[in-house]
């Protein structure tokens, strides 16, 4: 069993307190501690006093608190999983960020390592979606504008029936940015216009085999490379 096995909630809290006021005055201070947790100075040195026997930090008679690299090491893998957490609850969850941030500090004590692996892997597949737009494979030093110009980019909502096109951009929130992904409308596929309703919404296209309807404000969204027919 290792020592961060032996960890409770209060005392991950502490260690990624404690790392916060490092790097920002690169010394930790009881007081600093305790007005960052908001609790006392005095529950501040028992807690202290807990974490030494467990060789997370180290403090000499009254002196500044130092994480050993045990505790920074451990520190640090707690913050990260929180500011994974958030980034999930912003970005793919479209959670207003100061519920995220409030959110995450709950979240991060109670999910499995296993958890925490899975969105990773989701956030990491998301941002490699992302990266793979045709802007990058053209000329990665063009400015965006130009190369938009110079490929005769379209919006989805421009392209008329039975016209197809290559997706090389999808602009829209993060929340509705996931609902595409999961519905295979990614940079790269091809899609076609199969009906427009009478009044131009929705639109129905044709993508990987699949037909699907989208709204014409999603479909501004979309941005795609006409495909002659």
């Given at each position: ?8 909630l209060?005392?991950e809290?502490?260690l ?6 490092y ?32 060789g ?15 505790g920074?090491?451990t520190a ?7 500011k994974?957490?958030?980034?999930f609850?912003?970005?793919?969850l ?29 956030l990491?597949?998301i ?21 938009m ?10 392209l ?21 992904l ?28 699949y037909?699907?309807s ?16």
């Open positions: 069993m290792s020592k961060s096995d032996f960890l409770n209060a005392l809290d502490y990624k307190a404690m790392l916060n006021i790097d920002s005055e690169k010394i930790i201070k009881v007081s600093e501690i305790a007005k960052k947790l908001n609790i006392s100075k005095a529950s501040v040195t028992q807690t202290i006093a807990k974490l030494k026997k467990l997370f930090v180290n403090q000499e008679s009254y002196g500044p608190v130092t994480l050993t690299f045990t920074m090491e640090k893998r707690i913050r990260d999983k929180n994974l957490i958030k980034k609850l912003t970005e793919i479209d959670v207003d960020d100061k519920i995220a941030e409030r959110d995450a500090c709950l979240i991060e004590h109670v999910l499995s390592i296993t958890t925490i692996n899975k969105m990773y892997e989701f990491k597949k941002e490699k979606l992302n990266d793979e737009n045709y802007f990058g494979k053209i000329n990665i030093d063009a400015k965006e504008e130009e190369i110009e110079t490929i005769k980019v379209k919006t989805l909502k421009e008329g029936k039975g016209h197809k096109g290559k997706i090389i951009k999808v602009a829209a929130k993060s929340a509705i940015k996931k609902r595409f999961e519905m295979g409308v990614t940079n790269g596929s091809e899609i076609e216009i199969t009906g427009i309703a009478p009044l131009g919404d929705p639109i129905e296209v044709l993508i990987r085999g037909k699907l989208l709204r014409k404000s999603e479909a501004a969204d979309i941005f795609v490379e006409e495909i002659n027919k």
